[in-house]
């Protein structure tokens, strides 16, 4: 019965840690760099590019903070409105509820990015990061 285990071990590959390789290579892929980028809007470096938004007229990348406050700068909100970021390079004016800011309905959507372009320091990351 042990020569028929001993069969089926080596016919499917069952011989544990001691069938592989002990030499393991790592391979290290090369990641394009990434410039030093700064914030048109507050001349500041950007270390996060991830979180980075396009610029509506230049199309360079901006500070999330500095689109929100441009954004809320240019809009006249009520009592109970607040500008959030809806997804896709869009925010909208929401008006909250009750005091716990879990129930809002928008009443307006701001588009901060153009819908739909493709901007060359955004495919830089994502190439960066494998996407």
């Given at each position: 019965m042990s020569d028929n285990n001993r069969d089926q071990r080596?016919?499917?590959?069952r011989g544990g840690r001691k069938?592989?390789?002990?030499?393991?290579?790592?391979?290290?892929?090369?990641?394009?760099?990434?410039?030093?980028v700064s914030c048109p809007?507050?001349?500041?470096?950007?270390?996060?590019?991830?979180?980075a938004l396009a610029d509506p007229n230049s199309g360079e990348p901006v500070?999330?903070?500095?689109?929100?406050?441009k954004l809320a700068e240019m809009e006249?909100?009520?009592?109970?409105?607040h500008i959030a970021y809806v997804g896709r390079g869009s925010f909208a004016v929401v008006e909250y509820r009750d005091r716990s800011q879990t129930l809002f309905t928008i009443k307006r959507k701001l588009q901060f990015e153009k819908e739909g372009a493709k901007?060359?320091?955004?495919?830089?990351?994502?190439k960066r990061m494998g996407i």
């Open positions: 080596k016919r499917f590959n069938d592989r390789p002990d030499s393991r290579e790592e391979v290290k892929l090369k990641l394009p760099e990434l410039p030093a809007l507050c001349q500041r470096q950007i270390f996060d590019v991830s979180s500070h999330f903070d500095c689109a929100l406050t006249r909100l009520g009592p109970n409105e901007y060359d320091w955004r495919l830089t990351m994502q």
